[in-house]
């Protein structure tokens, strides 16, 4: 097997030689295998071992088995205990969920505190099969059945190729000592059912099943990027970028074959997995939105606005008090005394300074608010002002307001309040500008 992971490594890590690997290992057959491997073929590595406070003294014998082994190889070790049922109820997580962001998450911080260029994991040609049965059995699309990455960023999966049997005889014939997980046992996971009932079947049906299934695979990935080329031109066709994120020409999107495929590969890869919602959304009226772990897709006209999800400011008020001539948060602007008014656009306004009460407020825009437009006759609501300006629904969203006693002075980058204005009687001048 030795031979067989090195040609492995050479071939489709090319860039691995010289580089500090981080070895996420559980104690088991497989990571203790891929430490010993890894440590023959006289890589830079360090251990990394979770304590998931799941399987009780079990759990614990884990750690001690992997922390013995460190010292006694003097290989960098790194050990964290979980309270995984705890973050699994906060952030209503099935457990086996928990753990995994649990572990990636705090991989991720030892790999960037401890400068390791790579994190390796275990995953082999039978958890690979597991979870292609996992995904076929949820539904999923294409993308779902091309198998677990072999490179996902910085995180390698070098026993891909290898089968459990393969490991274990490596593993036998090294004299290399593991714990079993068992809970590895236990069929309430779907995982557990899968490699105890299902793949045993699977594996039945031929003398190489895993070669087999590894060659449809390789189709379906082949499938995959061939979509993935088609995915770029019509990026070019129907999506623009714009500050709020990505905006999708409904229409545009509808002139080609295949839309709601096509809408859902596009979308898939930002966390949106419902493929009728994500269809049905086309349809919505104006402002009707979905959500994934990371993203909103929201409905606005004849487009679908899609962008990060952003915490909401803690605070919904942001005072200025008198004399303070700059402001940061929630948006940067500067207060300028003048002798005379210049040009206004939508980053600056020029005001009378004796008209404003402080402190002045800075705050989002209420459905409600009304205000009297600069330059023109009477008041005017500022939804209707929006729709009149044709503003999207994102747009709206990032609009603050400038305010001095309940009057707005100035819906900012828009338009500024005609109460405000400088005129013949105005004795002091003050140039309100927006630097960001």
């Known amino acids: 097997m030795i031979l067989k992971l090195s040609?492995?490594?050479k071939e489709n890590f090319p860039n691995i030689q010289g580089k500090k690997i981080l070895i996420a290992c559980s104690g088991g057959l497989d990571s203790m295998s891929l430490w010993h491997a890894f440590k023959e073929l006289n890589f830079d590595i360090g251990i990394a071992h979770c304590n998931f406070s799941l399987r009780g003294n079990e759990s614990d014998e884990d750690q001690k088995l992997v922390a013995e082994k460190s010292?006694?190889?003097?290989?960098?070790?790194?050990?964290?205990?979980?309270?995984?049922?705890?973050?699994?109820?906060?952030h209503k997580l099935s457990t086996q969920v928990a753990a995994r962001?649990?572990?990636?998450?705090?991989?991720?911080?030892?790999?960037?505190n401890n400068n390791y260029d790579l994190i390796a994991t275990a995953h082999h040609g039978d958890d690979d099969l597991e979870t292609f049965f996992i995904?076929?059995?949820r539904g999923t699309g294409l993308r779902g059945l091309t198998g677990i990455p072999s490179v996902n960023k910085n995180i390698i999966r070098p026993l891909l190729p290898f089968s459990r049997k393969e490991i274990l005889q490596y593993a036998q014939r090294q004299g290399i000592y593991w714990r079993e997980d068992s809970s590895n046992i236990k069929e309430e996971y779907l995982r557990n059912k899968i490699r105890l009932q299902l793949t045993p079947v699977f594996k039945g049906l031929n003398k190489n099943p895993l070669q087999t299934f590894q060659k449809t695979q390789q189709n379906l990935k082949d499938t995959q990027a061939l979509i993935e080329d088609y995915l770029a031109i019509v990026y070019q066709l129907i999506i623009t970028k714009n500050q709020d994120g990505y905006a999708i020409d409904i229409a545009k999107l509808k002139e080609l074959p295949n839309t709601s495929v096509l809408l859902f590969?596009?979308?898939?890869?930002?966390?949106?997995?419902?493929?009728?919602?994500?269809?049905e959304l086309t349809e919505a009226q104006s402002?009707?939105?979905?959500?994934?772990?990371?993203?909103?897709?929201l409905k606005d006209r004849d487009c679908l606005f899609?962008?990060?999800?952003?915490?909401?400011?803690?605070?919904?008020?942001?005072?200025?008090?008198?004399?303070?001539?700059?402001?940061?948060?929630?948006i940067k602007l500067s207060f300028t005394p003048s002798t005379k008014v210049g040009y206004m656009d939508a980053t600056a306004i020029f005001v009378?300074?004796?008209?404003?009460?402080?402190?002045?407020?800075?705050?989002?825009?209420r459905e409600g608010d009304v205000f009297k437009p600069f330059g023109m006759v009477g008041k005017k609501k500022v939804s209707k002002f929006f729709k009149d300006e044709k503003l999207s629904l994102a747009e709206k969203e990032r609009v603050w307001i400038l305010e001095s006693d309940n009057k707005i002075v100035w819906i900012i980058g828009l338009r500024a309040d005609n109460r405000f204005k400088v005129t013949e009687t105005t004795q002091h001048i003050l140039k309100i500008k927006r630097t960001a």
Do not use: M
């Not at 962001?101 to 960037?112: G, S, V």
């Not at 590969?265 to 269809?279: H, R, T, Y």
């Not at 008209?355 to 825009?365: F, Q, V």
């Open 7 to 9: 040609d492995h490594i």
């Open 265 to 279: 590969e596009l979308l898939s890869p930002f966390g949106f997995s419902d493929f009728k919602a994500i269809n």
């Open 71 to 90: 010292q006694k190889d003097n290989t960098p070790f790194f050990t964290e205990t979980f309270k995984t049922k705890e973050y699994a109820k906060e």
């Open 101 to 112: 962001q649990l572990r990636y998450l705090w991989f991720e911080e030892i790999a960037t």
């Open 352 to 365: 009378d300074a004796n008209k404003l009460e402080y402190p002045l407020t800075i705050r989002k825009w």
């Open 306 to 330: 899609l962008s990060e999800k952003k915490e909401k400011p803690t605070n919904s008020e942001f005072f200025i008090k008198k004399n303070q001539d700059v402001v940061s948060s929630p």
């Open 135 to 137: 995904n076929l059995s």
């Open 287 to 297: 402002g009707k939105q979905l959500f994934s772990e990371t993203h909103r897709l």
